[in-house]
Structure formats: structure tokens, C-alpha cells
């Protein structure tokens, strides 16, 4: 009878009915997975097989109703636990009787910190024990405790510092010529009687040598450089004195010389063993002019020191006293923040500078286990450039007054809680180019600091941020894959389990492999499209039309036979 068939079809069309109604019930729902409703014909058949040739049909009957998993639509949003999958990936979840797999990723964190989906399901993955991810697949968890400080213990810096930069007061590369007050920086004069008794000028020019704190001196005799031979009345000499500080005892006579003493005089230009005998030859003026003989003395004690022109003693708080600063914060291991200060003074022309360090505006500290006042930086501690540019490395000792001895350079006391630390500067990548002078500074210390927020990135890393500028790795989120996905079996909850006819699931982590990466702050749309659903619906709506009508005249031909008399 055609009544089973016309049955069989209103039963399918109203499959096909509410599979559509699914569909567009769940248009809205984040990682949901469209169903597609599958047909068969249905004949009637024998213990021999099927039926003949001239068999008529049975009706229909719903085969399978299959999920689609086409990836949705990337929607964005505000809120960082938001996860979306950009690839054939499933997120892992712990049911607990069993796993399931997701692709809606609007997760939350739970009163004790796990990651967990709307119903309470357990979010899995690799957690991280001091920023190592492991290897154990486990509840994702984020850890709200606060980090504690952590003390600079080494430091970068890399500095450029302008070819153009000059020692003070400045070398001086023209000729000297007493009428030229650009080719001297300042001058001194001596009255001296010649054999007639007659009264001469004696005036000594000062003029700024290659070397540091050391000048070329030149003197005339009534303003003239040579006598009646041509011969100098001063050969070739020069004065080197101590910088505006002090502070040194060169001699070793126990006693430190003074600001702007004179530390050597003599023909040629000093070495270390100059300024360490304390050699001081006076200026002797000797000559004839006009017929008659000219000679004098200037001693050392009566030579004017170059206060005037050089460079004032070191004081970070005024620039004129160094050719580059810069200031950076580092930490103690309370956490409490210290300003470290750095200054370059070029010394001399030999791509020389003087490196001076200050925390929290002091040069020095008092050292709790002797009570001296003790340098955060070492006195004399210089670095150099060669011809190029390029960093030839730091030194103790500046030539002419000391021998310049290869060093690592350590900053001593910068933690006021642990005055014995020694923290590494490491210079490595810095250059004298002609460029502005620059710097870049990194430091390892940090304050201490509470959780701010956490945020997953395409590496599925969810990473957390503090409140000092840290951030920190917590974990990272596991993914799935199946053999075939067709095999899923739905969950609810938009989660499905794996089944014989998927395989097991292959667990491992975004980005690697077909697993796909990972888009944070972001959710993947439903894959419904409404359109076609509408269209299905209407669909749905003819055939269950159309078999209803199948039914209404089976009825009405059985009636006419029930009629028959």
C-alpha cells in the first residue's frame, strides 16, 4: 500500500525539518557545525535478495545526518580568553568521564584560576613551571600570584658616541701664531731685564696638545718668536697638569697632587714615567735681539695653572663637565628602583673617553664592612674606539698619568641591600661614528608585580603581564586532529567525542604540524549559511506538502473500494 510510503516521506521531510531548524537555531552559536540530512530509497526485498526488475519502491528513510566542518567566520573581540582556531584543530576539553573537542573558544577562568568553557568543562594543555612548558597534557591553570623583585645583576650598554665630540678645552691643530688668539687657549708674561739692563716682555702661550690636560707651550720676546738668528727663543716644550679634581698621587710621595698642578714640563711629550718621577724642566728663554743676549727662567711654581679654560670638575648635574649622559633605572632586591647614571668625557684625541657611574646622583657609597668611601665605578676607568669606530674595549689607567690596563668593567654597591654584588656593563656593540650621541640600555631587574592579564599568542603561549612590565609564560594550549572528523560524535555543548569511526585523537600543539595557529581575542562563527538554510526550509516544507497529499489519496482511493457494494 502506498499509505507506508507516503508515511516514510512526511517522516523524512520532517527530519529534514527540524535538521534544518537546527541549523538556523544555531546560526549564533560560536563554533558551531552545520548537519546536512542524508537520504535512501527503500524497496521491499526477498530471503533471496532484492527484488525483481519490476519492483516498486518502499519510500525513504534518513541514512545519516552528518555534520559539516567547514571552519566558521573569525569574529573579533575585546575579550583576550577568547580563542579561535585558523586551522583543522580542536580544542581538548576534560568532560570528566571522558575528553570531548571544541571549536567554540569563548573560555573563562574559574574561581581557582583554570581555564574552563561556559559549562564548567576544564580547558587542556601544557602548564609551565618557571616559564618551561611541559610535556604533560593537564588543566590549564593561571597562576594569580604576584612575582617577586628581582635585582639588577647585569646590564647592557650600547652607545654611540659622535666622532665630533672634543676634549676641553680643545685641541688646537693650526700653526701657532701669536696674532691668531684661535691658535692658543690662554698666556703668561714675564718681565726680564737684558745685559743692557734694559726691561723685556716675556709672554708664554698655551695651546690645547693631542694629549689630555696637556699643552703645547710657545713663547715670544717682545712679541717675537725667534731671535736675531732665527732660532726660538723656547724649543719645543710642553706642560701637562692635573685635571680640576685631584685627587692622584702620581709620585708616590704620599701625597695627592692638587687641582690643576702642574705634573710634568719638559721637550717631548709625556709618558707615564714623565708624570710618574714628577719630571719639571723650567722654561728657559734664550736668545740675542737686537745684538744683545736675552735670558730667563720661569719655574714650575711660577706657572699659571689652566683653570680658566678646562674642563670643570665631573658633576652629572651639569653638562658642560661631560660630552654624554644618560640615566636608567635598575632594581635592588627589595624591588625598590635606583637611578644609574652613565657620562662619557672625552679625554684627549685618541678615541678616548672617561666612563663615570652615579646611583641616584652619588659616584660613591660607604662600604658596610670597612666604612671607606668607596666608587660605584672605578677611578680612571676609560674606554676606547679605534680609527674605525669601533669599541676596542674598556681600561683602567689614562695615558699620560697611568698605563692603561685591559679590564672587564663592573659596576660595584648598586644595590643598596647587597653592597658586595658585582654587576657586569657589557659595552659590546658600541661605536664613536659620526652620529648623535645614543645609547641603548637593558637591564634584567624588575620590581615586584601583580597579575595584570593574560593573553594567548598564534603559538597557542598564553602569557601572562604584571604590573611592572614583566610578562611571564604560564602554559600553552593543547589542539586535536582526527583521522576523520566525519566520525565525531556530538556531546552538546557544541563539543563532540571521539568515536571508532573517527580514530583517536592526535593531541599536540598549535602551529605545528595540520593543527592550525591560534588567534587570540577572537571566536569562531557558527558555518550556517542562512540563506541556503531558508532556502532547505522551504524545501523541507514542499515535500512534506507533497507526501501529505500522497496520503490524502491513498485515503481516498481506499475509500472507494470500502464503497463497492
Same mark, same amino acid.
Given at each position: 500500500?502506498?499509505?507506508?510510503?507516503?508515511?516514510?516521506?512526511?517522516?523524512?521531510?520532517?527530519?529534514?525539518?527540524?535538521?534544518?531548524?537546527?541549523?538556523?537555531?544555531?546560526?549564533?552559536?560560536?563554533?558551531?557545525?552545520?548537519?546536512?540530512?542524508?537520504?535512501?530509497?527503500?524497496?521491499?526485498?526477498?530471503?533471496? /535478495?532484492?527484488?525483481?526488475?519490476?519492483?516498486?519502491?518502499?519510500?525513504?528513510?534518513?541514512?545519516?545526518?552528518?555534520?559539516?566542518?567547514?571552519? /566558521?567566520?573569525?569574529?573579533?573581540?575585546?575579550?583576550?580568553?577568547?580563542?579561535?582556531?585558523?586551522?583543522?584543530?580542536?580544542?581538548?576539553?576534560?568532560?570528566?568521564? &571522558?575528553?570531548?573537542?571544541?571549536?567554540?573558544?569563548?573560555?573563562?577562568? !574559574?574561581?581557582?584560576?583554570?581555564?574552563?568553557?561556559?559549562?564548567?568543562?576544564?580547558?587542556?594543555?601544557?602548564?609551565?613551571?618557571?616559564?618551561?612548558?611541559?610535556?604533560?597534557?593537564?588543566?590549564?591553570?593561571?597562576?594569580?600570584?604576584?612575582?617577586?623583585?628581582?635585582?639588577?645583576?647585569?646590564?647592557?650598554?650600547?652607545?654611540?658616541?659622535?666622532?665630533?665630540?672634543?676634549?676641553?678645552?680643545?685641541?688646537?691643530?693650526?700653526?701657532?701664531?701669536?696674532?691668531?688668539?684661535?691658535?692658543?687657549?690662554?698666556?703668561?708674561?714675564?718681565?726680564?731685564?737684558?745685559?743692557?739692563?734694559?726691561?723685556?716682555?716675556?709672554?708664554?702661550?698655551? *695651546?690645547?696638545?693631542?694629549?689630555?690636560?696637556?699643552?703645547?707651550?710657545?713663547?715670544?720676546?717682545?712679541?717675537?718668536?725667534?731671535?736675531?738668528?732665527?732660532? &726660538?727663543?723656547?724649543?719645543?716644550?710642553?706642560?701637562?697638569?692635573?685635571?680640576?679634581?685631584?685627587?692622584?698621587?702620581?709620585?708616590?710621595?704620599?701625597?695627592?697632587?692638587?687641582?690643576?698642578?702642574?705634573?710634568?714640563?719638559?721637550?717631548?711629550?709625556?709618558?707615564?714615567?714623565?708624570?710618574?718621577?714628577?719630571?719639571?724642566?723650567?722654561?728657559?728663554?734664550?736668545?740675542?735681539?737686537?745684538?744683545? &743676549?736675552?735670558?730667563?727662567?720661569?719655574?714650575?711654581?711660577?706657572?699659571?695653572?689652566?683653570?680658566?679654560?678646562?674642563?670643570?670638575?665631573?658633576?652629572?648635574?651639569?653638562?658642560?663637565?661631560?660630552?654624554?649622559?644618560?640615566?636608567?633605572?635598575?632594581?635592588?632586591?627589595?624591588?625598590?628602583?635606583?637611578?644609574?647614571?652613565?657620562?662619557?668625557?672625552?679625554?684627549?684625541?685618541?678615541?678616548?673617553?672617561?666612563?663615570?657611574?652615579?646611583?641616584?646622583?652619588?659616584? *660613591?657609597?660607604?662600604?658596610?664592612?670597612?666604612?671607606?668611601?668607596?666608587?660605584?665605578?672605578?677611578?680612571?676607568?676609560?674606554?676606547?674606539? !679605534? &680609527?674605525? /669606530?669601533?669599541?676596542?674595549?674598556?681600561?683602567?689607567?689614562?695615558?699620560?698619568?697611568?698605563?692603561?690596563?685591559?679590564?672587564?668593567?663592573?659596576?660595584?654597591?648598586? !644595590?643598596?641591600?647587597?653592597? /658586595?654584588?658585582?654587576?657586569?656593563?657589557?659595552?659590546?656593540?658600541?661605536?664613536?661614528?659620526?652620529?648623535?650621541?645614543?645609547?641603548?640600555?637593558?637591564?634584567?631587574?624588575?620590581?615586584?608585580?601583580?597579575?595584570?592579564?593574560?593573553?594567548?599568542?598564534?603559538?597557542?603561549?598564553?602569557?601572562?603581564?604584571?604590573?611592572?612590565?614583566?610578562?611571564?609564560?604560564?602554559?600553552?594550549?593543547?589542539?586535536?586532529?582526527?583521522?576523520?572528523?566525519?566520525?565525531?560524535?556530538?556531546?552538546?555543548?557544541?563539543?563532540?567525542?571521539?568515536?571508532?569511526?573517527?580514530?583517536?585523537?592526535?593531541?599536540?600543539?598549535?602551529?605545528?604540524?595540520?593543527?592550525?595557529?591560534?588567534?587570540?581575542?577572537?571566536?569562531?562563527?557558527?558555518?550556517?549559511?542562512?540563506?541556503?538554510?531558508?532556502?532547505?526550509?522551504?524545501?523541507?516544507?514542499?515535500?512534506?506538502?507533497?507526501?501529505?497529499?500522497?496520503?490524502?489519496?491513498?485515503?481516498?482511493?481506499?475509500?472507494?473500494?470500502?464503497?463497492?457494494?
Amino acid at each position: 500500500m502506498g499509505f507506508n510510503t507516503a508515511l516514510s516521506g512526511i517522516k523524512a521531510s520532517a527530519d529534514y525539518l527540524s535538521v534544518t531548524g537546527n541549523n538556523i537555531a544555531n546560526a549564533d552559536t560560536t563554533g558551531f557545525k552545520k548537519s546536512r540530512i542524508e537520504f535512501d530509497d527503500l524497496y521491499n526485498t526477498s530471503v533471496l /535478495g532484492a527484488g525483481s526488475g519490476n519492483s516498486i519502491g518502499s519510500g525513504v528513510s534518513v541514512s545519516k545526518v552528518s555534520q559539516e566542518f567547514s571552519a /566558521g567566520n573569525i569574529s573579533y573581540t575585546d575579550n583576550n580568553l577568547d580563542l579561535a582556531v585558523d586551522g583543522s584543530g580542536f580544542f581538548v576539553l576534560d568532560s570528566g568521564i &571522558a575528553q570531548s573537542y571544541t571549536r567554540a573558544g569563548n573560555f573563562k577562568l !574559574d574561581e581557582n584560576g583554570f581555564l574552563v568553557t561556559n559549562t564548567g568543562s576544564n580547558v587542556l594543555g601544557f602548564n609551565a613551571v618557571d616559564g618551561v612548558v611541559g610535556g604533560n597534557l593537564e588543566d590549564l591553570k593561571v597562576p594569580t600570584d604576584r612575582i617577586p623583585p628581582e635585582p639588577t645583576t647585569t646590564m647592557g650598554l650600547k652607545v654611540n658616541l659622535d666622532s665630533k665630540n672634543e676634549d676641553i678645552p680643545a685641541f688646537i691643530k693650526a700653526d701657532f701664531d701669536p696674532l691668531n688668539p684661535d691658535t692658543y687657549n690662554f698666556t703668561q708674561t714675564q718681565g726680564v731685564a737684558d745685559g743692557n739692563g734694559k726691561t723685556h716682555i716675556v709672554t708664554y702661550y698655551y *695651546s690645547k696638545s693631542e694629549l689630555p690636560n696637556t699643552y703645547k707651550v710657545n713663547a715670544t720676546v717682545d712679541g717675537n718668536l725667534t731671535d736675531d738668528t732665527g732660532a &726660538a727663543f723656547l724649543g719645543e716644550t710642553f706642560a701637562t697638569f692635573n685635571s680640576a679634581e685631584g685627587g692622584t698621587d702620581y709620585n708616590g710621595d704620599g701625597t695627592e697632587e692638587q687641582p690643576f698642578e702642574l705634573l710634568y714640563l719638559g721637550a717631548t711629550e709625556p709618558g707615564e714615567a714623565d708624570i710618574a718621577t714628577g719630571t719639571k724642566t723650567p722654561l728657559a728663554i734664550a736668545g740675542t735681539l737686537g745684538g744683545v &743676549a736675552i735670558a730667563s727662567a720661569l719655574t714650575p711654581a711660577e706657572m699659571r695653572e689652566p683653570s680658566a679654560v678646562a674642563r670643570e670638575v665631573f658633576d652629572p648635574l651639569s653638562p658642560e663637565t661631560y660630552n654624554y649622559g644618560n640615566t636608567r633605572t635598575v632594581f635592588d632586591s627589595l624591588g625598590e628602583t635606583h637611578t644609574l647614571g652613565y657620562y662619557f668625557i672625552k679625554q684627549g684625541e685618541n678615541n678616548t673617553y672617561e666612563l663615570r657611574v652615579t646611583l641616584d646622583g652619588e659616584e *660613591s657609597y660607604t662600604d658596610p664592612l670597612t666604612g671607606e668611601d668607596t666608587r660605584y665605578l672605578e677611578k680612571n676607568t676609560t674606554v676606547s674606539f !679605534d &680609527a674605525a /669606530g669601533n669599541l676596542l674595549g674598556s681600561y683602567r689607567g689614562l695615558p699620560p698619568f697611568g698605563v692603561a690596563q685591559p679590564i672587564t668593567l663592573e659596576i660595584s654597591g648598586i !644595590d643598596p641591600t647587597n653592597r /658586595g654584588q658585582i654587576t657586569p656593563l657589557d659595552l659590546t656593540g658600541s661605536t664613536q661614528f659620526a652620529l648623535n650621541n645614543t645609547d641603548n640600555f637593558d637591564q634584567n631587574g624588575f620590581s615586584a608585580g601583580e597579575l595584570q592579564g593574560v593573553s594567548f599568542d598564534s603559538d597557542g603561549f598564553l602569557m601572562a603581564n604584571y604590573t611592572n612590565q614583566q610578562t611571564a609564560t604560564l602554559g600553552q594550549i593543547a589542539l586535536a586532529t582526527f583521522d576523520s572528523t566525519d566520525g565525531l560524535m556530538p556531546s552538546g555543548h557544541t563539543s563532540w567525542l571521539a568515536s571508532k569511526g573517527s580514530g583517536p585523537a592526535d593531541i599536540g600543539r598549535p602551529n605545528t604540524g595540520t593543527f592550525g595557529k591560534i588567534q587570540g581575542g577572537a571566536l569562531e562563527e557558527s558555518n550556517v549559511d542562512l540563506t541556503s538554510e531558508l532556502v532547505a526550509l522551504i524545501e523541507a516544507q514542499r515535500n512534506y506538502q507533497a507526501n501529505s497529499k500522497t496520503l490524502e489519496t491513498e485515503n481516498t482511493v481506499t475509500q472507494t473500494i470500502i464503497n463497492l457494494r
